[in-house]
């Protein structure tokens, strides 16, 4: 599912390799009838937030998947709101667990960055249905790691109707950007600071940082677009999504694929038997 892989390994083994882009069925995310969205932000986030510019973020709490940068770079947008219009009336949600062993105590970050009126922790877990509100109720989805094969929720936002910001990383870059147009369905930030790490497991492997500036002047272009405008770019998202992340498409392509191995295999005269020793 991940082109990036597919890219690095296909070109040494072109008649091994395939790529099965990640799908979803199109019924599982989709954009709410806008009086439904009212009533869900209101009963979610409160009346006093219905005209709050919305972003959602939904990851695990890891270093990865840098949390504590998105909670700055959310801080300094809201400076920049504060500074140019006279007010902050921007939230974050965050679906996550704030206290997961492999990220930050993102209680603390949020007291260290002043937001605990800005951001909406999101602790239980949710269905679908519950999912896609959290989606809809907000007006992009960000998603800042440093290394990502995929990034399922990025798409599924996207399905909802929801343009997004990300890292240029992995998985993500093949999301935010139609390589055949480059049309963008909202923004794909190049990475500032690219840092060669590894494990004992995986011996080289780079990590893309993106500074939180730039970040906060996405979300904050987002946020001066006109209603309208962000409402059309998030129907293209889904339109792009339904195109080339399709759960359908995902199927009969997986299968024909199988079929087609296990055809030729059939076919070749110098394919080795194996025998089966019961000791």
Request: charged share 30%; glycine share 6%.
């Amino acid at each position: 599912i991940s082109k990036t892989t597919y890219d690095l390994i296909s070109p040494n083994f072109p008649d091994k390799t395939n790529y099965i882009p990640h799908g979803l069925p199109p019924s599982l995310f989709h954009p709410l009838e806008k009086n439904k969205i009212i009533d869900f932000k209101k009963q979610l986030l409160g009346k006093d937030r219905l005209d709050h510019f919305v972003g959602v973020w939904v990851n695990r709490n890891a270093r990865r998947k840098r949390p504590g940068d998105v909670l700055e770079s959310w801080k300094l947008f809201l400076d920049m709101m504060e500074e140019k219009y006279g007010h902050r009336k921007g939230t974050l949600i965050m679906h996550t667990d704030p206290l997961d062993q492999e990220g930050p105590n993102l209680y603390k970050q949020i007291e260290l960055f002043d937001l605990t009126e800005h951001v909406y922790l999101s602790r239980e877990k949710l269905d679908f249905d519950q999912m896609n509100v959290l989606y809809n109720i907000s007006d992009f989805c960000i998603n800042l790691s440093n290394a990502e094969g995929f990034g399922l929720s990025t798409l599924e936002s996207m399905y909802a109707g929801k343009p997004i910001i990300v890292t240029n990383t992995g998985g993500l870059k093949w999301q935010v950007k139609d390589s055949e147009t480059n049309k963008e369905y909202g923004f794909g930030l190049d990475p500032d600071v690219r840092t060669l790490v590894g494990s004992q497991l995986v011996p080289f492997i780079y990590e893309d940082h993106v500074n939180n500036a730039k970040a906060a002047n996405a979300i904050f272009k987002l946020f001066e677009m006109d209603d309208e405008e962000r409402y059309m770019l998030g129907l293209e998202a889904r339109e792009h999504a339904i195109k080339n992340f399709n759960l359908d498409s995902l199927v009969k392509t997986w299968d024909n694929k199988l079929e087609e191995t296990i055809l030729s295999y059939k076919k070749n005269k110098n394919k080795k038997r194996f025998t089966c020793t019961t000791i």
